[in-house]
T-cell receptor
């Protein structure tokens, strides 16, 4: 089964804690992305990576960090510096950045208690 | 804001009717993509139209693009209850970034 997976589906965090969201793809895509979606809103880009060991800030990178040590994996850490982290987080991948369609994972819903 | 804007924000129709959603954007684009999202799920790519194309079809979907007016429309013909979802247009800007609007929430009643 080819695709992009995210885990966990639901995540609860206490204030002041860092949490890491997992994103894995077996589509052999070079580019990967993290988006945040708030209720009734569109998607906002947090970080993207065009290739292994490279990543760039998106529009709302403050309070988040990423790594891209393997082509298949692009984990997102939501740090305690993120003021309002409760949201739906979506990971996506594409053959290369730009021009192509993006394939999305099922999402992780993060709630801060 | 560079966000695309969908219109209407919500649309409710009966099964068998056509659904038309419109999108406007502000920046120059390479292509424009439409995505669908079922409640609480990830997005699914529907169709991509390049900046030099004016119309594209895929099954029951018809997309138009008018770059002079910076607008696009998505038509779903003969809608089904299973088409109930949110639909997003996403222009791809010259820097390679997809710009998502707030989406149109479509409800198709059986």
């Amino acid at each position: 089964d080819g695709g992009i997976t995210q885990s966990p589906k639901y995540l609860f965090r206490k204030e002041g804690q860092n949490v890491t969201l997992s994103c894995e793809q077996n589509l052999n895509h070079d580019a990967m992305y993290w988006y945040r979606q708030d209720p009734g809103q569109g998607l906002r880009l947090i970080y993207y990576s065009q290739i292994v060991n490279d990543f760039q800030k998106g529009d709302i990178a403050e309070g988040y960090s990423v790594s891209r040590e393997k082509k298949e994996s692009f984990p997102l850490t939501v740090t305690s510096a993120q003021k309002n982290p409760t949201a739906f987080y979506l990971c996506a991948s594409s053959i290369e950045r730009g021009y192509n369609e993006q394939f999305f994972g099922p999402g992780t819903r993060l709630t801060v208690l | 804001s560079q966000q695309g804007e969908e219109d209407p924000q919500a649309l409710s129709i009966q099964e068998g009717e056509n659904a038309t959603m419109n999108c406007s954007y502000k920046t120059s684009i390479n292509n424009l993509q439409w995505y669908r999202q079922n409640s609480g799920r990830g997005l699914v790519h529907l169709i991509l139209i390049r900046s030099n194309e004016r119309e594209k079809h895929s099954g029951r979907l018809r997309v138009t693009l008018d770059t002079s007016k910076k607008s696009s429309s998505l038509l779903i013909t003969a809608s089904r209850a299973a088409d109930t979802a949110s639909y997003f247009c996403a222009p791809l800007d010259q820097g390679g970034k997809l710009i998502f609007g707030q989406g149109t929430e479509l409800s198709v009643k059986p």
